[in-house]
């Protein structure tokens, strides 16, 4: 049974850095499709990065790109969301997810497996 476990939220003033780990047990990480999803406060929960267990293939939404950075460490079995420049509205939850494919889609229901969600603050 493959499980995720979310750290590194934290509060940080608007501008600043944060990053988050999810670190994967039960499963070998070269072979998922990782993903951060985020869900602010009456809204529903959206993309925010994804890497493919094949290699080379990120995606970001646009709202983060150039901000934040996805990358895995298939021996430790961790993937790490590098935060930058933070602003106001990237204050959430913060959730990784797995799938076995190697697509990295953009709708939460296509992941099986996910973290128990890190919170992020950012004062402005």
């Known amino acids: 049974q493959v499980q995720l476990v979310d750290s590194g939220g934290g509060l940080v003033q608007a501008g600043g850095s944060l990053r988050l780990s999810c670190e994967v047990s039960?499963?070998?990480?070269?072979?998922?499709?990782m993903s951060w999803f985020r869900q602010a406060p009456g809204k529903e929960r959206e993309f925010v990065a994804g890497?493919?267990?094949?290699?080379?293939?990120?995606s970001y939404a646009d709202s983060v790109k150039g901000r934040f950075t996805i990358y895995r460490d298939n021996a430790k079995n961790t993937v790490t969301l590098q935060m930058d420049n933070l602003k106001f509205e990237d204050t959430a939850v913060y959730y990784c997810?797995?799938?076995?494919?190697?697509?990295?889609?953009?709708?939460?229901?296509?992941?099986?497996?996910w973290g128990q969600g890190t919170q992020v603050t950012v004062s402005s």
């Open positions: 997810a797995a799938r076995t494919s190697p697509i990295v889609n953009l709708g939460d229901m296509a992941y099986g497996y």
């Open positions: 039960g499963g070998t990480l070269s072979t998922y499709t």
């Open positions: 890497d493919s267990w094949s290699a080379g293939r990120t």
